[in-house]
């Protein structure tokens, strides 16, 4: 039997669910607590959050928790592995576009907005815990450290419980432990939702056995601004959300930050992914803007309804 507890946070779908029902509560809180942990140390809306304290810190170097050393740890190992497509530095762009709030609070006004300056500004001393960013430069961990959240607790349910555990957070998902029979059962499609209702657009459903999948999409985290329809997904080289050639990349990957950081790439670069794609050798679901559906690397054929 499988149990499971979804609720909302960080304007997105949370989901934790276990293979042994009786550790359903634990599973809850230690998610709950590793999410609040990483909201203050990374969260662009909070005052007091490390993220804050670093991008006020105007070039000196900052001491920072063994946590934010990590989450800015795979930010960079993304950026560096995408050639810059998924960059920690485009946080100012974010603010420019609209999105220095929560989402739900985001309000009408002109775009001011520019390229990120790039993720080797950014200097980090893992060992001593302490990090260094250019002047003016506002970090972004958003992507890969919701991913990270996501492997995390999975693992931490695993490793506290015994239970074989999925994590979902909004189109993030890790999966740890000993599944269900035949795997975990998972939809894809643009915009994660109840996967007891009927999808609403292009879906597809697959198995995980163990790692992580990914969804990057679109048609999620929205806004307008200045007459623009605009979304949470930036070109470092514009400041812009990237010109549209796939609205939902979904990928699979021994990790679901590296299914992330994939997905990701995939929306900036659009159909200059191939490439990329090819030496990743991983499981990719692309959907076009009008709803036609690519496949590479292994993902299993769709199959109509």
Same mark, same amino acid.
């Given at each position: 039997?499988?149990?499971?507890?979804?609720?909302?946070?960080?304007? +997105?779908?949370?989901?934790?669910?276990?293979? @042994?029902?009786?550790?359903?509560?634990?599973?809850?809180?230690?998610?709950?607590?590793?999410?609040?942990?990483?909201?203050?140390?990374?969260?662009?809306?909070?005052?007091?959050?490390?993220?804050?304290?670093?991008?006020?810190?105007?070039?000196?170097?900052?001491?920072?928790?063994?946590?934010?050393?990590?989450?800015?740890?795979?930010?960079?190992?993304? !950026?560096?592995?995408?050639?810059? @497509?998924?960059?920690?530095?485009?946080?100012?762009?974010? !603010?420019?576009?609209?999105?220095?709030?929560?989402?739900?609070?985001?309000?009408? *006004?002109?775009? /001011?907005?520019?390229?990120?300056?790039?993720?080797?500004?950014?200097?980090?001393?893992?060992?001593? +815990?302490?990090?260094? #960013?250019?002047?003016?430069?506002?970090?972004?961990?958003?992507?890969?450290?919701?991913?990270?959240?996501?492997?995390? *607790?999975?693992?931490?349910?695993?490793?506290?419980?015994?239970?074989? +555990?999925?994590?979902?957070?909004?189109?993030?998902?890790?999966?740890?432990?000993?599944?269900?029979?035949?795997?975990?059962?998972?939809?894809?499609?643009?915009?994660?939702?109840?996967?007891?209702?009927?999808?609403?657009?292009?879906?597809?459903?697959?198995?995980?056995?163990?790692?992580?999948?990914?969804?990057?999409?679109?048609? /999620?985290?929205?806004?307008?601004?200045?007459?623009?329809?605009?979304?949470?997904?930036?070109?470092?080289?514009?400041?812009?959300?990237?010109?549209?050639?796939?609205?939902?990349?979904?990928?699979?990957?021994?990790? +679901? /930050?590296?299914?992330?950081?994939?997905?990701?790439?995939?929306?900036?670069? *659009?159909?200059?992914?191939?490439?990329?794609?090819?030496?990743?050798?991983?499981? #990719?679901?692309? #959907?076009?803007?009008?709803?036609?559906?690519?496949?590479?690397?292994?993902?299993?054929?769709?199959?109509?309804?």
């Amino acid at each position: 039997m499988i149990a499971a507890a979804d609720w909302t946070a960080w304007t +997105c779908r949370v989901r934790v669910a276990v293979t @042994d029902p009786a550790a359903l509560d634990e599973a809850r809180a230690l998610l709950t607590d590793l999410m609040a942990d990483v909201d203050l140390a990374a969260s662009r809306f909070r005052e007091d959050s490390e993220l804050a304290a670093v991008d006020a810190a105007n070039g000196d170097w900052t001491p920072i928790s063994p946590l934010f050393t990590e989450l800015l740890a795979v930010a960079l190992r993304g !950026a560096r592995l995408t050639d810059g @497509d998924v960059d920690p530095t485009v946080g100012a762009a974010l !603010a420019g576009l609209g999105y220095d709030r929560d989402l739900t609070e985001v309000m009408d *006004g002109v775009v /001011v907005t520019g390229p990120a300056p790039g993720w080797r500004t950014i200097e980090l001393d893992a060992e001593g +815990c302490r990090v260094r #960013v250019a002047p003016g430069v506002r970090l972004d961990l958003g992507a890969t450290a919701k991913a990270w959240t996501a492997d995390t *607790g999975a693992g931490a349910v695993t490793a506290a419980t015994g239970s074989g +555990c999925l994590v979902s957070i909004g189109g993030d998902i890790a999966v740890s432990g000993p599944g269900p029979d035949g795997g975990w059962r998972i939809r894809v499609e643009d915009v994660t939702s109840d996967p007891d209702a009927a999808p609403a657009g292009p879906s597809a459903v697959v198995t995980l056995h163990d790692g992580g999948l990914a969804t990057s999409s679109t048609r /999620v985290r929205r806004w307008q601004r200045d007459g623009l329809w605009l979304n949470h997904l930036i070109d470092p080289r514009t400041g812009m959300p990237p010109a549209t050639a796939w609205r939902t990349v979904s990928a699979a990957a021994g990790t +679901c /930050v590296d299914a992330n950081v994939l997905s990701t790439a995939a929306v900036v670069r *659009g159909h200059q992914i191939w490439p990329l794609l090819r030496e990743a050798r991983l499981p #990719v679901r692309l #959907v076009t803007p009008d709803g036609q559906v690519l496949t590479a690397g292994g993902w299993p054929e769709e199959r109509a309804a």
